[in-house]
C-alpha cells in the first residue's frame, strides 16, 4: 500500500472528498496556507457542474453562465490562480432580461419610467410595489416558523408582483418554485437587508448609499479583474473551464480522479477515507465537498447514535435538463435572455414556451459562437423532457424558442422577420439530477444545528456541500475558502513548524513525504 496509515507522521494534512467548485477552493486554500491535501474526487474531471464545452465553435457552459460583477471571492481567486486577466464583462445588451407573458416576449423594467409602462404589472401591483419604502417592514417574532419566500415578498409587494417577477427569477436561480424556499434560508442577505432597514427599498438606497461613500473615501475593496458596473456580469474568455482548469493546475498531483470513497472513519491521528480498492487514507482533517446525497451515506458511516443527520436527507435537489443549441438563421431579440413566470393558466396556453427560460447565449460574452451565428441555452425541468433523448430534444428546443421568437415580434414594433426556422449546426445536452439543493423553509437553522453537532460529535470533520452557504458561484468559492481557512487554524502549529506559507514559494505539486504513490496522485 503507497501509503502508511500506521505513522501519524505521514498523516496529509487534510483530504478534501469532491472536486467540485468547493472543494477546489478548499484545497487550493489549503496548499497555500501550506498544509499538505489530497483532493479525491469519483468522477472523470474536476469542477463539477461547472465547465465548459466546446461543438463547432461554439462555447457552452455545463453549468453556470455568468456571475455578478460584484462576485469579490471568484475575482479573487482569479487573481491568486493568475487568470484575472482572462475575466471578460458582459456584452451591453445582457443587462436586458425578457419575461414571457400572454404570448410575448416583453422585456423586464429597467427603471421607474419602464417600471410605470411595463404591460407585465397591473396599475394595482404597480400602486402595491411603489407603496413598499411607506410600510415599515416587521420580522417575524423570534422563535416563529420561517416563511415562504413567496409569503416574505408578498408581504411587501404584493402576490401579483411577487409571483410573476420573483417567481420567474427564483426559477432561473433554483429551478424551484417561489413558495418551496424558505426567506431566510434561500435570500437570506435580502431579508437582512429588509430587516435592518425597514423595507426592501429602504435597504437597496442605503446599500446604494454605503458604496458610494466607500468609493468617495477611498476604502471600497478594489476587485481584480476588468473594472465594471454593479448590473455587469463577467466570466472568462473560454468560459468558466478557465477557472477549473487554473485550479487543476494549480493542485497538480494533489488532486486523484476516478477515485469514489466508499467509507470513512476515524483513523489514527484524525480520519481515514477508504477507496472502493480498500486501501486506507489517513489525515488529520477530513472535509466532505460533495452533495447531500452522498455526503449522507457517508457520514452515516462514522456517526454516533445519538447524532441526527436526517436533516440531509430531507433536503430535495432540482433536476435540470440544459439543452445547448448553436444556430445559423435565428437572430435574438437583443437581450440576455428570458424566463417563465409560474403561472398555471400561462402554462397551458400553447403560446408559452415550456421551458424555465432560455438564455441567449452568444448576446451575453464575445466569442461563444462563430460570426454570423447565435447560440442558446434552454433550461429544462427534468421531468418534463424525461422521455425525450437525441434529436427529440433539441426539436423541442428549437420549437420552444420558436415561441419566445414569435413573442418578441408580436410585441416589439420593427423586429426583424424571420425569414426560415432556425437551423441547428452544434449541440450538445446536459442532463443534472440532484444538482440544485432546495433551501426550504427551516433549511437554514436545520443544518446550523446538525454542524454545531458535528463539530462536537466529530472534530476534524467538515462539511461543505451546496447546501450549506449558497448555491453561486462566488459563495461556493467563499465557501470552499472559509473551511480552508478554519482548518489551516486547527493546524496552525503544523503551517508554523513547516516553515509558515512554503507552499507559495515551492513550484506548484511538488510532493511531499509520506505523498499517495502515482497511481492515486501524490499528496502534497
Not at 417592514?137 to 409587494?157: D, N, S, W
Request: proline letters at 7%; glycine letters at 12%; hydrophobic letters at 40%.
Amino acid at each position: 500500500m503507497p501509503f502508511s496509515t500506521g505513522n501519524t507522521a505521514d498523516l496529509v494534512d487534510a483530504i478534501v472528498i469532491g472536486a467540485g467548485l468547493t472543494g477546489l477552493s478548499c484545497a487550493h486554500t489549503l496548499r497555500q496556507r501550506g498544509l499538505r491535501v489530497l483532493l479525491l474526487e469519483a468522477g472523470k474531471q474536476v469542477g463539477g457542474v461547472v465547465g465548459t464545452m466546446e461543438a463547432g465553435g461554439f462555447l457552452f457552459e455545463s453549468g453556470p453562465n455568468t456571475v455578478p460583477a460584484s462576485a469579490l471571492h471568484l475575482r479573487a481567486a482569479a487573481e491568486s490562480l493568475g487568470i484575472a486577466n482572462q475575466l471578460v464583462t458582459s456584452k451591453p445588451e445582457a443587462k436586458r432580461r425578457f419575461l414571457f407573458q400572454d404570448g410575448g416576449l416583453h422585456a423586464l423594467p429597467s427603471g421607474p419610467g419602464s417600471f410605470l409602462k411595463t404591460p407585465l404589472l397591473s396599475r394595482r401591483a404597480k400602486r402595491r410595489v411603489m407603496g413598499e419604502p411607506f410600510r415599515k417592514y416587521v420580522p417575524p417574532p423570534k422563535g416563529a416558523p420561517e416563511p415562504t419566500f413567496e409569503a416574505f415578498l408578498t408581504e411587501r409587494i404584493g402576490s401579483e408582483a411577487t409571483r410573476t417577477l420573483a417567481g420567474a427569477f427564483v426559477r432561473g436561480v433554483y429551478a424551484a418554485e417561489i413558495e418551496d424556499l424558505g426567506s431566510t434560508s434561500a435570500f437570506p442577505r435580502l431579508t437582512a437587508l429588509c430587516a435592518e432597514h425597514g423595507g426592501l427599498v429602504r435597504g437597496m438606497i442605503a446599500r446604494g448609499r454605503a458604496a458610494r461613500k466607500a468609493r468617495k473615501d477611498g476604502t471600497a475593496v478594489e476587485a481584480p479583474g476588468p473594472r465594471t458596473s454593479p448590473t455587469d456580469l463577467i466570466s472568462f474568455t473560454g468560459g468558466f473551464g478557465v477557472l477549473t482548469d487554473a485550479y487543476r493546475r494549480s493542485l497538480k498531483d494533489s488532486v486523484s480522479l476516478s477515485t469514489p470513497i466508499q467509507e470513512i472513519d476515524r483513523g489514527p491521528g484524525g480520519w481515514r477515507a477508504v477507496l472502493e480498492s480498500g486501501e486506507a487514507l489517513s489525515c488529520r482533517e477530513l472535509v466532505l465537498a460533495v452533495p447531500a446525497p452522498a455526503a449522507s451515506p457517508l457520514l452515516a458511516m462514522c456517526a454516533p447514535e445519538r447524532l441526527d443527520t436526517s436533516a440531509l436527507d430531507r433536503i430535495q435537489h432540482a433536476a435540470v435538463t440544459a439543452v445547448h443549441l448553436g444556430l445559423e438563421g435565428a437572430p435574438l431579440p437583443p437581450g440576455f435572455g428570458y424566463l417563465v413566470p409560474p403561472d398555471e393558466a400561462a402554462r397551458r396556453d400553447p403560446r408559452t414556451p415550456r421551458v424555465l427560460g432560455t438564455l441567449f447565449v452568444s448576446n451575453i460574452f464575445g466569442g461563444r459562437a462563430p460570426s454570423g451565428t447565435s447560440s442558446i441555452t434552454a433550461m429544462f425541468r427534468g421531468g418534463d423532457v424525461a422521455d425525450l433523448v437525441g434529436d427529440d430534444l433539441v426539436d423541442r428546443a428549437v420549437v420552444e424558442l420558436e415561441k419566445a421568437l414569435i413573442g418578441y415580434e408580436a410585441v416589439t414594433p420593427g423586429a426583424p422577420e424571420r425569414k426560415t426556422r432556425p437551423r441547428v449546426v452544434a449541440s450538445r445536452v446536459q442532463r443534472w439530477t440532484n444538482v440544485i439543493p432546495r433551501y426550504a423553509p427551516g433549511h437554514a437553522a436545520e443544518m446550523t444545528k446538525l454542524v454545531a453537532s458535528l463539530e462536537r460529535a466529530l472534530p476534524g470533520l467538515h462539511l461543505a456541500g451546496s447546501y450549506l452557504g449558497g448555491v453561486s458561484v462566488d459563495d461556493r468559492i467563499r465557501v470552499g475558502k472559509e473551511t480552508a481557512e478554519r482548518i489551516a487554524e486547527r493546524l496552525a502549529h503544523l503551517s508554523e513548524l513547516r516553515g509558515g506559507a512554503r507552499d507559495k514559494r515551492a513550484p506548484e505539486g511538488a510532493a511531499e513525504p509520506g505523498a499517495v504513490g502515482s497511481d492515486r496522485g501524490a499528496a502534497s
